[in-house]
């Protein structure tokens, strides 16, 4: 605790200071506790490579959370204590272990390579976008790093006397082993590192990301080191090493193994920094080596630093906020900061990247992106890319038709190249569709459109949609199909295909239109108006019978749904919200179903399926207020300017993007359709830098005016000094405003 | 034995048809069975690469000799019957097990990769210099190789339908474990594997070999597996592979780890050869391609046959041997041809290879080679190198200096590189002298005589010579000094330093000779009159107590000896046969106890200390005959054409070369000293070819002739039609001979 309040007061101290521009209201250490799954490592805006504290291995008596005694899926937690390297390729805001590698360490005085050996406290952490430091309290060096897109620089100050520079390539985050490493000379190591299994998914996918590592003062001394496992057979006795570490001192050859690694050792006359920079690249070695010539060549570690704050600072201008709410303005840059982590650029500066499932080498003009966790990102996070970064967001829309085009099949939770297959649902409908009628269209609607039908129809062999025979057939996955959480799939099954006919209208095919429209309300099948809940059904239309509201609640298993129970499901439904409050009865059993929600505890912040709910209040009449009272509540119980400040996995910047569309007071509360709903918003004023590209204009401009509420009476929204006469706004609507006023009840 | 009986047949059917020509009676399956150590693979003459059955693991119901339940070291076994593939890097002939990696297998039918699963037995194996076949009982495959140098060439002849190569990358003789495969296209994969570790020695100096492989018909489908270890952490829980080997189809990067491997499946129309390359460098995967390309390039499988059975024909003619003993010249040749096997070229075609200890890659001009095993060819080996091969053995003497060069040290035991320390004395003075000494002057013998003096001079970290302090001082190394065997370490010291004395003449250094000279004969300390044995002693000078001359026999603990007892050591001291004679008593006391030695079942013709003893009988005047007449019974004993037709390792070539020199009736008794001793040859007229820009001439012919044995009166040898007076040749009379006639009794 006394640490947090050291970083605390230099955050402050920071804010008095300096300029206040978005970049210094990044707080990197929000979401690195509570399991928000962040790292406060130092990355640049949708880096390949970034370098995180790895403190989550061994030592469980300084380690609350540690990685092999528990499922644990980031290589840093902000409590724990015992550090054991920088990892230099790392997943953000993520649900399951994985990546977390290439760690290097730097310590002193005598060689130990074992993390548990060699791993120590640390303190005077600082975290910055692009930057991170700590000093190590065994070794009384200061860990400095930074990174390009696809490089991480450390620059290590050691005191005088013996110093070491480990790179240990046993040790990770992912489960896999296997690695390669290669000192190429004094002053260079290569290498690769397998990886994979995201969320124990697909391990014979397992993959190598490869490293080129340069060292800003040659080694005195270099070597290797192998873990070998241990010999079972008769010779083992005469195996006096047997399963023990192997120092290989000077050796220049490749040592290849399950847990191998290679270290630098000096002898400083006086306290000297070491720069080490670390290219990755997904394709080999050599691209490893182009990303950091090509990114860091000549540069030493301010100079990378500058240049990525830099970036950082174009980034995250796009939005300008106004108001005397500092904290509020911490945790709105660092959502859009945790945005601009994932997805990541994947291919190397030369533009190879391997493709999905071809075993080729592509080639891309533009950016190949990777890590798409589609079943989080639909349902708002895209949405939010369209209109502050609409090129990215093509981008991606494009990467996702290439992995149709290598793979046969749109992503559904792509990470590097290898599709996972983790959660339910057919997402990438929603978000080709939705990013298209926002106006992006510079894209092949054709190919996406067929990809979609593709996996919407294809009843033989579809990986994305499991059940889908009986979907078709009956509306409904059964709780016989084998599918896991058929109530859930059925639902998201139902948000795809609404998206597929919003794109078929859009495209004029009347057909299409009809009949994935007729699709996506087929989960009222599964509305039993005795329970007023969503349940499983057998496939001959029969009620499972035990039916409980509440099992599936923290992951428990559950035969309806997927990650949540029934309270949690019931209104994942926007895009049909008129259909479900007539199977309810009406507004009024709408409203009280959903207050219970809120009221009898059964929300979930931290989850997808119902965060939305907050904003359905404004699919009811008189009781808009509810929304904007309700999302303020989560903003500030939820959101905060500290490590704890994300209600749980940042889900990719998905949790992020709620944050940032809530506290400018609009979200996209129907996928794949071009609208928005309003709220209250946090600033007093926001200036939404537009791509004239894009939107035709450089600006939006969204004011804060507080009015005296008269119940059944507010009217929220001024454009152009004409007053709006409901809570919803289209996309087109929005960006061609020049400013929007938000009419806000006064403070109670 | 059903198995054997059939090759022998073959065998015998081709010497009745074919031309009788040396490579003809080449029997590779000798020294496969008993210990030998020797495989029947396919190998050019001192190759790389070559390909050997591998029958060694698993199934211990079929294989009586399994590698993990014993100390075994070899590839192949022939009384073994469960094959599980085709390595292609090999040792032959040694004690400890290494290599035996790189392992292909053709199999037809779903893809196994377990080994304990795919093996099969196998039947109708044909093994001649260069080839090997087997027709494996499981898959109806015929399976055929060849080698040059540096590749090894295989061709599988599959039946219709599914087949499957395999690539075994997790397999090996070898203890280390690690590799990386990459399937470079349908025709291709590349890779390395992790070895080293010789007989359990600096198992930090493991390396990698590499490997390029080129079938000659594109796979239908591909791919690589992977044997994780088990994961031990709580995550096992959610870890349903755990431990589980996984299948990569298709998967084209890098594959690591510590037990991999690759396949490729065909779906064959009709019955289908495929023929496989695999090229091996120690250097990189680049030039194990260069390799393939340039030795194998646009050749097939008949082609490099004929290459390499051209290259032993060439080899082997080097003697000609005339008589009716067919048995004798299958020995004869298959002695030469498995002299024709270590010490093995190491660097590549374009001159690279792994210098030692300096972590860089040297290039040489002409063969850089490795495996020397001096402890053993100090003996015997490099003497016959020098006569029959003098080009070999001078680039073997600069390989030595190089090594000398590159790690400070001259070799002991040195394996690709790495210094393994197997085995005790300082063996390389003896070859570099002797080699000097026999004529062979064109190499930097001031760098040798500084090479030998530096391991015979310096008492501190000195890693050739343990207990040289004492040994200088006392004249012994002491049973307190710890270095295991004192007694055997003080003889070899007192060899070498009468090898250093013998050079140190030669060139003049007077100073040097006589120091040495001296040091030869130090061992007397421990000679005890009492016991009539070279005893341990302790450094103070009293014997070691309960002193047991049998102790040490069948590689027992003995704190006197290595790998022998008192008896069979007491006689490795030819150098001073005259002094150990006065020692013991006179000639009378010296036959004694020789004839003691054979009589009472101490003479161990499977290992070096001892197996000159019978040579000794040419000491005593008068008693010459026994030398002969001992000699040919261990020859008629212990060399036979059959899988048991060696004594034991055939020790690199050590054994091989005992056998090639016992039957041409001369044998170089005393290292560094350029003299045969006589006895009475095999054959009745050998034609040696000699190297004329060595020796000035181009062959000697050596005639048998049996004449009336007069007892005490014999006259061994006629040079010139004069006959010579005694049972010792200088090696400049032997060379400088027209034609030697050797005169033996007649037969009783």
């Known amino acids: 605790m006394k640490k947090f309040l050291v970083v605390y007061g230099l955050l402050l101290f920071q804010c008095v200071t300096a300029q206040n521009e978005p970049v210094d209201y990044v707080n990197p250490f929000i979401g690195t506790s509570n399991f928000g799954a962040t790292h406060p490592g130092a990355i640049a805006p949708r880096g390949m490579a970034s370098v995180s504290p790895f403190n989550v291995a061994g030592r469980t008596d300084l380690n609350s959370l540690e990685k092999d005694s528990r499922w644990l899926s980031n290589p840093y937690v902000y409590e724990n204590k015992f550090l054991t390297g920088f990892s230099h390729v790392n997943m953000s805001g993520v649900g399951c272990p994985e990546l977390g590698v290439i760690i290097s360490m730097p310590t002193t005085g005598s060689l130990k390579i074992n993390h548990l050996n060699y791993g120590t406290t640390y303190s005077n952490e600082e975290a910055k976008a692009g930057y991170y430091s700590a000093e190590l309290d065994e070794y009384n ?59 124990y998914n697909s391990p014979e996918a397992a993959y190598p990301v490869y490293f080129a590592a340069e060292f800003s003062v040659p080694a005195n001394e270099f070597g290797a080191w192998k873990i070998p496992s241990k010999y079972e057979g008769e010779e083992a ?74 970036s950082w600072q174009d980034k995250l201008s796009v939005v300008e906020v106004k108001g005397n709410n500092e904290e509020d303005k911490h945790v709105f840059y660092t959502s859009l900061y945790h945005m601009q982590i994932h997805p990541n650029i994947f291919n190397d500066v030369n533009g190879e990247y391997p493709e999905i499932s071809t075993g080729k080498i592509g080639k891309t003009e533009g950016t190949r992106y990777t890590t798409f966790s589609l079943w989080d990102t639909y349902r708002n996070y895209h949405q939010l890319l369209s209109l502050l970064y609409p090129e990215e967001q093509l ?127 087929s989960y009222r099948e599964l509305y039993n108006p005795e329970s007023q809940f969503l349940q499983p059904k057998h496939e001959n239309g029969r009620w499972m019978e035990g039916f409980d509201p509440l099992a599936g609640a923290n992951f428990s298993k559950n035969p309806g749904f997927i990650e949540g129970n029934a309270w949690q499901y019931l209104f994942m439904l926007s895009h049909d919200a008129e259909g479900l409050i007539k199977l309810m009865g009406g507004e009024k ?41 309700q999302v303020n509540k989560l903003l500030n119980k939820y959101y905060k300017n500290s490590p704890d400040g994300l209600p749980g996995n940042d889900d990719t ?33 926001i200036k939404i830098k537009l791509n004239p590209d894009f939107y035709g204009k450089d600006s939006l401009i969204i004011r804060k005016k507080e009015i005296n509420n008269q119940k059944n009476k507010v009217y929220p929204l001024m454009r152009n000094n004409q007053v709006f006469p409901n809570f919803f706004i289209s996309h087109e609507d929005l960006v061609n405003s020049k400013e929007l006023i938000f009419l806000t009840p006064e403070k109670e």
């Open 141 to 199: 060096i200061k860990a400095e790093m930074t990174a390009s897109t696809r490089t991480g620089v450390s620059r290590y100050s050691f005191p005088k006397g013996k110093s070491n520079i480990l790179l240990n390539l046993g040790l990770g985050l992912t489960n896999e082993q296997g690695a390669m490493v290669k000192i190429v000379s004094p002053t260079e190591i290569e290498g690769m590192r397998t990886v994979g299994s995201f969320c």
């Open 589 to 629: 059993a709408y409203e009280e179903k959903l207050d219970a929600v809120f009221e009898k505890g059964h929300f979930d912040m931290a989850n997808e399926p119902d965060f939305a709910y907050p904003y359905l209040y404004n699919f009811i009449p008189g009781s808009e207020n509810k929304a904007s009272k």
């Open 395 to 521: 981008e991606m829309v494009n990467s996702m038709l290439e992995i149709y085009d290598e793979n046969g099949w749109l992503p559904k939770w792509e990470l590097n190249s290898t599709e996972t297959f983790t959660m339910v649902g057919d997402p990438a409908a929603v978000i080709l569709s939705d990013t298209y009628l926002r106006g992006l269209t510079d894209f092949n609607v054709e190919k996406a459109y067929e990809a979609m039908l593709k996996s919407a129809t294809k009843t033989e062999n579809n990986p994305l949609r499991p059940g889908l025979d009986e979907y078709i057939k009956n509306g409904f996955v059964s709780v016989d199909s084998g599918v896991a959480g058929p109530v859930s799939v059925t639902q998201e099954y139902n948000i795809a295909d609404f998206a597929i006919a919003q794109l078929a209208k859009e495209l004029g095919k009347e057909e299409g239109y009809q009949k994935f429209l007729k699709r996506s309300v």
């Open 653 to 685: 910047g998905t949790m992020s993007a709620w944050a940032v569309y809530s506290m400018m007071g609009f979200y996209p509360i129907i996928p794949a359709k071009s609208v928005y709903t309003i709220t209250t918003p946090v600033f007093e004023q």
């Open 237 to 310: 006795q005469w195996m006096t090493y047997n399963g023990e570490t192997r120092i290989k001192k000077g050796f220049t050859r490749e040592v290849i193994g399950d847990s191998i690694g290679a270290y630098f050792t000096y002898d400083f006359k006086e306290p000297t920094s070491v720069e080490l920079k670390i290219g990755v690249s997904y394709v080999s070695i050599e691209n490893a080596r182009e990303n950091l010539k090509k990114e860091t060549g000549g540069k030493d570690f301010d100079a990378v630093y500058a240049e990525t704050r830099k």
